[in-house]
C-alpha cells in the first residue's frame, strides 16, 4: 500500500509560518521589555528626582531653622509674619535646579513657617525630654521644593515640627555642663532625669552594689561604664549600671543645652556660665536699671533676688555684723529699685558734741545676718563667712515695727510694687579678700524651717550649711528622711561650692583638731543645688557625683545624710579649689541616702529663681 506523500512546497510554507510567528513573539517579547526598560527609566528618574526634591525640602527648612537657633540663643525668635519665610537656602555649585516655595505655591517664600508665642505657663516637652516641661515656643517650618532640569520634574514637601524651650535646671536629678562621674561605693539609685553636655562616666561598685538610673539619660558626648582616663581613683572599675528604661535610652551624642548669658550663649564654658553668679557686668548692672531689669540682665541673679548682702573688706567675726549692708531689690518701686535696709538692732552707742549740743547716736546691726570664723579642712584655710540665720530672718520678716522686714513683705506681695510673691531670695557678696590662708564664704544657719513661700540663695563664694535646712513648715512635723518632702518649701543653694556641718560642728575646731574629734550627727538637706567642682585630672579624682556635696566631719555608716533635691553641676569651683581626698583624711562618709526631689516635677513645686536652660527639641519629622 503506497501512502500520498505532500508536496515539497506546502512543507516549506508551513516552516516559513512557524519561523514568522516565532519572529512575532520575540519582536513582542523584545517590545514589552524595551516598554519595561522605558517604564522603569522613568520610574528611576522619577524616584530620583523626587528623593532629590525631598533633600533639597530638609536642606531648606534647615536652612531657616539655623537663623532661628541663632536668633534662640542670642535673645528670642522672632514671631514677625514672614520674617523666616524668605530664608532661601544657598545652591551655587547644585548639579540640580530646585524651585522652593511655601505650601501655597508662593515662589515669594522659601517655606511655610509657624512660629507659636511662648506660653506663660509650663507645657510638657517632647522627644528625649518628655516627661519634663518648659516654656516651650512651638515651631513648624514646611518647605516645598520641585527639581527643575530633570527632564522629569517631582515635587517633595518636607515639614519639621520643633520647640524653642526655657528649661528649667532643677527638673534634673542630675545635670552636668561638664563631664559627668558617678562611681559610688555603695547601691545607688537615681530617680528622675540626668544631662551632661560632656560625657557620662558611670560605674557601680560591685554586682551587690549596682548604679541604677530609673529614667532617662542622656549626654551631649559619650555614655561609657567604665571611669574617666583622667579618674586615677576608679582604675579597675566597670559595669554594673542599670537602665531601667531601654528604649532610646541612654541616648548619647545628644543635643547641648546652653545657659544663654554672655557675647556666646551657645557657649557653654566656665566663664560663661560662672556669671551668673557673679555681679552683673556694667551694662546690665545699677544704675542701669532698664537693662538690669530686662530679659537678658536678669539672668545675672544679683539683679533678680528680693535681698542683697554685702560687707565691707573688713567683715570679719566679732565685727557684729555693723559692717554689714542689706539692700531691698524691687523692679516696679520706682525710683527707689534698690533701697537700704536699716539695721534692727541697737549694738553701740555714740555721744557727739558737748554740752546743749550733744548728740546720741545708735548704731545698729542686723539681728538675722552677722560675721563668723571657722576653719576648712579640705582647703586648709580659715573661712571667713557671712552668715544668715533664717530663723531670725524669719521672725524679722514677720516683725510689723518701723526697723522690721513686715513692710518689704508688704512691697513684695500687694500694690503697685508687687512681685507677686513674698521675699523668697537672697544674694550674698563676700568682700573679704582671698588669701592663702583666709576664705570668704557665706553660711546659711537655724535653717530647720525657711520662709514660707521658699528661699533661693545665690553667691559667687562658697556656701556652707549648718545643720539641718528646710526639714519642717511648722515645727512638729518634720521631713528628715529620703523621698520625704511634705514639710518642705521650695529652696535651692547656688555657690561655688557647698558644704554639709552637722549640728554637732562647732566653730572652735582650729587646724589641728583630729578628725575623731569632730563626731556628727545625722542632718537633712531638702535644697535643689547648683555649685562647682573641682574636675578630674590624671592626678586627682573630682569626688563624683557621689561626693558633690563637701564634708569635714566623722560621719560612720550609723549617721545619715539625707539629701532630697536636684545636684547640678555648672563650672569648675573659682574658690574652693582643692581636690578631693579618699576618706580618713580630712571626712569620713556617712550613709548617704540621696534623692530626686519630686516636688520639682510640678512648676509651682520649683524653687525661686530656678536657673534655666535653653534647648532646641525636635519633635517631629514628616516628608511627602
Given amino acids: 500500500m503506497r501512502l500520498p506523500i505532500a508536496p515539497s512546497s506546502q512543507r516549506a510554507g508551513y516552516a516559513m509560518l512557524m519561523t514568522m510567528a516565532f519572529i512575532l513573539v520575540c519582536l513582542i517579547v523584545f517590545a514589552s521589555v524595551m516598554y519595561w526598560a522605558a517604564s522603569n527609566s522613568k520610574v528611576t528618574l522619577a524616584n530620583n528626582s523626587y528623593n532629590q526634591a525631598e533633600a533639597a525640602a530638609e536642606s531648606d527648612t534647615e536652612n531657616i531653622l539655623a537663623y532661628m537657633i541663632r536668633d534662640f540663643y542670642y535673645g528670642s525668635v522672632n514671631t514677625a509674619p514672614n520674617y523666616y519665610s524668605t530664608n532661601f537656602p544657598p545652591t ?42 518648659g516654656f516651650a515656643q512651638p515651631t513648624s517650618i514646611t518647605a516645598v521644593a520641585t527639581t527643575k532640569n530633570l527632564g522629569q ?71 561609657t561604664n567604665m571611669p574617666s582616663p583622667l579618674d586615677p581613683h576608679n582604675v579597675g572599675r566597670v559595669g554594673n549600671v542599670v537602665y531601667d528604661l531601654t528604649v532610646n535610652n541612654p541616648l548619647e551624642y545628644y543635643d547641648s543645652l546652653n545657659m544663654p548669658i554672655g557675647a556666646t550663649p551657645t557657649n557653654n564654658n566656665p566663664t560663661n556660665v560662672l556669671a551668673i553668679l557673679d555681679p552683673p557686668p556694667s551694662t546690665y548692672a545699677p544704675p542701669n536699671y532698664t537693662a538690669a531689669y530686662s530679659t537678658n540682665g536678669m539672668v545675672y541673679l544679683e539683679n533678680a533676688v528680693d535681698l542683697i ?83 531670725a530672718l524669719n521672725t524679722w520678716l514677720t516683725n510689723q515695727t518701723s526697723r522690721g522686714g513686715y513692710q518689704y513683705q508688704q512691697m513684695n506681695r500687694s500694690g503697685a510694687t508687687s512681685k507677686g510673691h513674698s521675699i523668697n531670695s537672697i544674694y550674698a557678696y563676700n568682700s573679704v579678700p582671698m588669701t592663702t590662708s583666709q576664705l570668704p564664704a557665706v553660711r546659711m544657719a537655724n535653717a530647720q524651717q525657711l520662709p514660707s513661700g521658699g528661699l533661693t540663695v545665690a553667691t559667687p563664694q562658697p556656701l556652707y550649711v549648718l545643720g539641718n535646712y528646710n526639714v519642717t513648715t511648722n515645727g512638729v512635723n518634720f521631713s528628715e528622711a529620703l523621698s520625704n518632702v511634705t514639710y518642705t518649701v521650695p529652696a535651692a543653694l547656688l555657690g561655688d561650692a557647698i558644704t554639709v556641718l552637722s549640728s554637732n560642728w562647732s566653730d572652735s575646731y582650729t587646724s589641728s583638731t583630729a578628725l575623731t574629734s569632730r563626731p556628727t550627727t545625722s542632718t537633712t538637706l531638702n535644697a535643689a543645688t547648683l555649685e562647682g567642682i573641682v574636675p578630674s585630672n590624671g592626678v586627682n579624682y573630682s569626688g563624683g557625683v557621689e561626693n558633690f556635696l563637701r564634708l569635714l566631719e566623722n560621719w560612720s555608716s550609723s549617721q545619715y545624710l539625707n539629701y532630697n533635691g536636684s545636684i547640678v553641676v555648672m563650672f569648675p569651683s573659682q574658690f574652693a579649689t582643692n581636690f578631693w581626698q579618699a576618706p580618713g583624711v580630712y571626712y569620713n562618709p556617712p550613709n548617704r541616702q540621696w534623692g530626686f526631689d519630686v516636688n520639682f516635677s510640678t512648676s509651682g513645686g520649683l524653687p525661686p529663681l530656678t536657673p534655666e536652660v535653653k534647648g532646641v527639641l525636635r519633635n517631629t519629622w514628616a516628608a511627602w
Fill in 92 to 133: 551655587a555649585g547644585w548639579p540640580v535646579q530646585f524651585q522652593f516655595t511655601d505650601t501655597n505655591g508662593n515662589t515669594a517664600y522659601a517655606a511655610t513657617v509657624s512660629v507659636g508665642m511662648v506660653p506663660s505657663t509650663n507645657v510638657a516637652l517632647g522627644a528625649q525630654f518628655a516627661g519634663l516641661y
Fill in 153 to 223: 520634574n517631582a515635587s517633595a514637601t518636607v515639614s519639621q515640627m520643633i520647640q524653642f524651650a526655657l528649661v528649667p535646671l532643677f527638673q534634673f536629678a542630675i545635670f552636668y555642663n561638664m563631664n559627668l562621674e558617678i562611681n559610688p561605693g555603695a547601691t545607688m539609685l537615681v530617680n528622675g532625669h540626668v544631662h551632661s553636655n560632656g560625657n557620662l562616666y558611670a560605674t557601680g561598685d560591685s554586682s551587690s552594689s549596682p548604679l541604677t538610673f530609673g529614667t532617662y539619660v542622656d549626654a551631649s558626648g559619650l555614655i
Fill in 309 to 391: 548682702i554685702s560687707n565691707a573688706a573688713n567683715g570679719l567675726a566679732g565685727t557684729l555684723g555693723t559692717n554689714i549692708v542689706v539692700f531691698y531689690q524691687n523692679p516696679n518701686n520706682s525710683p527707689s529699685y534698690i533701697e537700704q535696709v536699716q539695721g534692727n538692732v541697737p549694738v553701740a552707742t555714740n555721744v557727739s558734741g558737748s554740752g546743749s549740743s550733744q548728740t546720741t547716736n545708735v548704731v545698729y546691726a542686723y539681728s538675722w545676718v552677722t560675721n563668723v570664723s571657722f576653719y576648712d579642712y579640705r582647703e586648709g584655710q580659715t573661712v571667713q563667712a557671712v552668715q544668715v540665720n533664717v530663723g
